[in-house]
């Protein structure tokens, strides 16, 4: 409805100001409407990240979203698992960075089928590139797809990728506040990984305190301590990872 | 600054609408932005200011709707403001709760000719 005469566009209603004069077969020049739209602006990418999850669901395909600050350790930690679960589960990557190959190459020195989508300017990944990383790579069914997110604590926790699991990793070198100052990324994730923990002795990092602070935002959020130079915690975290994998149902 | 993609996000949803509509222009928007939502307001009018240059945004007048954050105790039922995601219940002082509203965002209508 026009908010400045009262008229509608489509004709079902007119109403008009007192002294605009009144005659039927009317054509005004600035007939305005009202669309109720009532659609969240987000709505194309979560579209597109249910359809992810349903292809990953039907091929039985566990993805994870790996989101933490640059230099937090996500790459490492691939590497490691990648070299340590080879044989065991199918798995491949999906490598999110504003430039350079570098982290694909590392990881396809690993053996693991890679796809490095450069976000350019773009200081996340969104579901609509997932979908084409996804297209050319011919996952194979039962397995896992780890899709490394732009390391950036802030943008990557509004867009939801089509990941049944969202594992935010934080390294022992930065602020053991980190959870409270970033809160909206430990509030959406289901793990929280504490990396580099063989440097706990060097610097005034409290594991107790960022645990607090971690679950204080997320009282859900399941947590593990690792170190992937010293190999602690590594156990832990491939435990969490194949009790995640879902088996394939037998008939 | 995710802000800037959200704006294009916007411009897509109104050129959606004038699409469907058969209009030409908007002349204004509505739009409802909760206070939990991860937008930070300036970054936002920033990004808008750019991302809306000749668009059929270009001379639509903004509405903003800012949505305060509320939730609800899973433990104990009780409803209450809250201003960080990660506050406790005020009466239980449980953190298992419920955000009902502040994450919104969400173009809510148009106004085109």
Excluded at chain 1, 201 to 223: G, H, M, S, T
Excluded at chain 2, 67 to 83: E, H, M, P, R, V
């Amino acid at each position: 409805m026009c908010a400045t005469c009262g008229c509608d566009a489509n004709g079902t209603l007119t109403m008009h100001e007192p002294g605009h004069h009144h005659h039927h077969e009317h054509d005004h020049q600035h007939r305005q409407k009202i669309v109720e739209v009532e659609k969240d602006v987000l709505h194309e990418n979560n579209l597109l990240a249910e359809r992810n999850r349903g292809y990953f669901d039907a091929k039985n395909i566990l993805a994870m979203n790996l989101v933490s600050s640059p230099g937090s350790g996500k790459t490492t930690l691939l590497e490691k698992t990648l070299t340590d679960l080879k044989g065991t589960i199918e798995m491949a990557v999906i490598e999110g960075d504003q430039q350079t190959t570098n982290d694909a190459d590392r990881i396809h020195a690993t053996g693991t089928k890679v796809v490095q989508i450069n976000t350019g300017k773009g200081c996340h990944l969104d579901a609509h590139m997932v979908l084409h990383a996804v297209q050319g790579m011919k996952l194979k069914n039962d397995s896992v797809l780890f899709i490394e997110n732009v390391g950036n604590l802030v943008c990557p926790a509004m867009f939801d990728l089509g990941e049944k699991e969202r594992v935010v990793i934080i390294s022992v070198t930065e602020g053991d506040d980190k959870p409270l100052k970033y809160p909206d990324m430990f509030h959406s994730s289901t793990l929280c990984i504490i990396n580099k923990i063989d440097l706990l002795p060097y610097v005034p990092f409290d594991v107790e305190k960022v645990r607090a602070n971690a679950l204080q935002v997320n009282p859900q959020l399941k947590i593990i301590e690792l170190s992937c130079t010293g190999g602690q915690g590594l156990t832990d975290w491939y435990q969490w990872l194949q009790s995640k994998v879902l088996q394939p149902e037998t008939v | 600054m995710h802000e800037l993609s959200i704006v294009m996000s916007i411009v897509a949803i109104a050129q959606q609408e004038v699409q469907k509509a058969q209009a030409s222009i908007v002349d204004e928007i509505e739009m409802d932005i909760g206070c939990l939502s991860t937008i930070e307001m300036d970054a936002f009018e920033m990004a808008w200011k750019q991302g809306i240059k000749q668009t059929i945004l270009q001379h639509a007048a903004k509405k903003i709707n800012r949505l305060n954050g509320k939730a609800t105790c899973s433990d104990c039922g009780n409803i209450f403001a809250i201003q960080q995601v990660y506050e406790a219940c005020p009466n239980c002082g449980s953190h298992f709760i419920h955000i009902t509203q502040g994450k919104e965002l969400r173009v809510k209508s148009l106004l085109l000719s």
